[in-house]
């Protein structure tokens, strides 16, 4: 199993070099393709005559295909430099489901976590939430600050027993397989019969994937989740964090649970979630 190709999405905002650099790196690490997908907001009409918004929208439209023009030859530039195999496609959208459909042909897809200080960022409040919920791959979401890793060396897998945790777990194979030191930390409040799997099967699963795995039994922890998986993460000194990205029902719309949402929020290392 390997990744084979990736789609970085990015925007106009100052982090988004770094995050193409990022992820062009490990693009060439797993000799996958890049699909490289730029966002522009969408020019919102807010009265008519349609007229009175011609001179606007003329002008709107030209400083974004500048905008979409250089990002453009920024990201061809590096990839060159990179040796990726790569496309690009600029959307005049910050809707979600434009990324949703083209990544669905992805094996994985890699965001930067939301900089409320940046103004220039083109995703809006809910885009993140909405891709890893709806997207159905496997997403890795880039911390917008502090020094990133060359390599996945050291990475912790979160366990809960849970169906997103399995299914995280198997997407980050590639990974973990290349990782030298894999950590699962099994964290429960109580014990839960219903969704607990044996720490020997967990181990057992991951060795007949190649990959040498230390079991961290964590049972009967009451502070909040998203700290102390932070906080263990960074003691272990961690390049990557796995974990299931929970969400739950509100009426008839899906929403992040709070573990995940104050994980997306928190960050300090890469975060790998399926959902």
């Not at 502090?146 to 390599?151: N, S």
């Not at 849970?162 to 997407?171: F, P, S, T």
Request: with cysteine.
């Amino acid at each position: 199993m390997s990744y084979r190709s990736m789609t970085v999405c990015l925007d106009n905002s100052a982090g988004s070099s770094r995050l193409l650099e990022f992820a062009l790196t490990l693009a060439a690490q797993n000799d996958a393709h890049l699909t490289g997908l730029h966002l522009t907001y969408d020019p919102i009409i807010l009265s008519d005559p349609y007229a009175v918004w011609t001179p606007m929208l003329l002008e709107w439209e030209e400083s974004a295909q500048k905008k979409q023009d250089h990002a453009r030859l920024a990201f061809d530039t590096a990839a060159t430099k990179a040796g990726v195999n790569v496309d690009f496609s600029g959307y005049r959208s910050s809707d979600s489901k434009e990324v949703i459909a083209h990544a669905r042909a992805s094996d994985l897809t890699i965001i930067a976590q939301r900089n409320v200080a940046d103004n220039e960022s083109n995703l809006d409040n809910n885009f993140r939430e909405n891709v890893v919920l709806k997207l159905g791959r496997p997403v890795l979401f880039v911390p917008y600050t502090g020094a990133l890793p060359k390599k996945f060396d050291t990475i912790i897998v979160a366990w809960n027993g849970g169906r997103e945790a399995a299914r995280a777990m198997a997407d980050a194979l590639p990974f973990l397989q290349a990782a030298q030191q894999v950590k699962v930390l099994s964290i429960s409040e109580k014990t839960d019969e219903e969704n607990d799997l044996p720490d020997i099967d967990i181990a057992a699963y991951l060795a007949k994937h190649g990959v040498k795995v230390e079991i961290e039994r964590n049972e009967n922890v009451h502070i909040d989740p998203a700290d102390w998986l932070l906080s263990r993460a960074a003691d272990c000194d961690a390049d990557l964090l796995v974990m299931g990205a929970y969400g739950h029902h509100r009426l008839t719309e899906l929403v992040l649970g709070g573990v995940t949402k104050s994980i997306l929020r928190q960050m300090t290392l890469p975060v790998l979630m399926s959902h």
